[in-house]
């Protein structure tokens, strides 16, 4: 049984930093992509960043540079540090993981989602 459970998110104002982190537990060590998506109300599902088994990763263009994603894989944990945040952040943030080889972008080819953490950013 997988289970993850975000962390972290709140109340910044623009320019202010929050890191987010999602708890795995279950069969985490087979686990081949993580990766963070956000939602605002009205807005589809968009991915922010993505990490492989391997270690690589991948952040989406409105967040390079300001965002960080990371896996502890001793803790089981995963990370998003977030920076130089902005309205346009606000959002609800889900981690999300899978089992097969795939994208880190398309949140129809995860099958293991959290919760959500809600994170608003204002002016």
């Known amino acids: 049984q997988v289970q993850l459970v975000e962390s972290g998110g709140g109340w910044v104002q623009a320019g202010g930093s929050l890191r987010l982190s999602c708890a795995a537990s279950?069969?985490?060590?087979?686990?081949?992509?993580m990766a963070w998506f956000r939602q605002a109300p009205g807005k589809e599902r968009e991915g922010v960043a993505g990490i492989f088994r391997y270690g690589g990763t991948v952040h989406a263009d409105p967040v390079k540079g300001r965002f960080t994603i990371s896996l502890d894989k001793f803790n089981n944990t995963l990370y998003l540090q977030m920076s130089s945040l902005k309205p346009e952040d606000t959002a609800m943030y889900y981690c999300?993981?899978?089992?097969?080889?795939?994208?880190?972008?398309?949140?129809?080819?995860?099958?293991?989602w959290g919760q959500g953490t809600q994170v608003t950013v204002s002016s």
């Open positions: 279950g069969t985490t060590d087979r686990f081949y992509r």
């Open positions: 999300a993981a899978d089992f097969r080889a795939g994208v880190v972008n398309n949140p129809t080819t995860f099958a293991y």
